[in-house]
């Protein structure tokens, strides 16, 4: 098993536009956590996906949006990209929905914004 | 809310020293934590969890509740220890949490030959 995949590695976009980023997750995982990480801070939580139905939510605008399809990949969706949306950003699945499971990182999408 | 706190950006020590890495966390329920590691070049990935109670490359990490600590340490450092560590919060508020990390800044740890 490769890991936990995501797709593209890096993205440059400009502001306005909307950007989907893609990751599958280690096979036999039905969670799926994003995670925003901006230059010199830890990782910020956005969305979990269990399952096909949103778990949780982070302090992020409605301008971002998640799904998880029946395979258990996941997109992450941006809208009217702002500058402060550069960032790295994560996917991490697990097996199991609650705590007490480690969750495997990918190696994350660049996204730069212009 | 929940929230973590690494008090260290960077942290430098010579090779065979001790290290202690600090991390302080904010949460009302009851805590899982962890530590990650992010090697130059490779992806996150999970060091230990507090839960397991294990030691990891000779790291070990415990929990002191009272004190609202996850303190990292090893009493020997090596070179190949130099990375960044973050300190992580899993919430589980009555069991509904659904793997919501909340994650320090990190430390980047360098040892010098």
């Known amino acids: 098993d490769a890991g936990v995949t995501q797709s593209p590695t890096h993205l440059i976009k400009t502001r306005g536009q909307h950007v989907t980023l893609r990751c599958s997750p280690i096979?036999?995982?039905?969670?799926v956590s994003w995670y925003q990480q901006v230059l010199g801070q830890g990782p910020q939580f956005i969305f979990q996906y269990y399952e096909k139905e949103e778990r949780g939510r982070g302090n992020f605008p409605d301008r971002f949006s998640a799904r998880q399809f029946p395979n258990y990949s996941s997109e992450l969706n941006v809208n009217a990209l702002l500058l402060g949306d550069s960032a790295l950003y994560l996917c991490?699945?697990?097996?199991?929905?609650?705590?007490?499971?480690?969750?495997?990182f990918g190696p994350g999408t660049r996204l730069t914004v212009l | 809310a929940q929230r973590v706190t690494q008090p260290e950006k960077l942290l430098s020590v010579f090779k065979g020293a001790p290290v202690e890495l600090k991390c302080n966390y904010s949460?009302?329920?009851?805590?899982?934590l962890f530590w990650y590691v992010q090697y130059s070049r490779q992806r996150l990935q999970l060091l230990l969890r507090h839960i397991s109670r294990e030691s990891i490359k000779g790291f070990t990490a415990d929990l002191n509740k009272g004190e609202t600590s996850f303190h990292l340490k090893k009493p020997f450092a090596q070179e190949e220890d130099s990375a960044m560590y973050y300190c992580?919060?899993?919430?589980?508020?009555?069991?509904?949490?659904?793997?919501?990390?909340?994650f320090g800044q990190g430390t980047i740890l360098t040892v010098h030959p």
């Open positions: 992580a919060l899993n919430t589980n508020a009555g069991g509904t949490s659904y793997g919501k990390l909340t």
């Open positions: 096979s036999g995982h039905k969670s």
């Open positions: 949460y009302s329920g009851s805590p899982e």
């Open positions: 991490a699945s697990s097996g199991r929905p609650s705590g007490y499971n480690e969750q495997f």
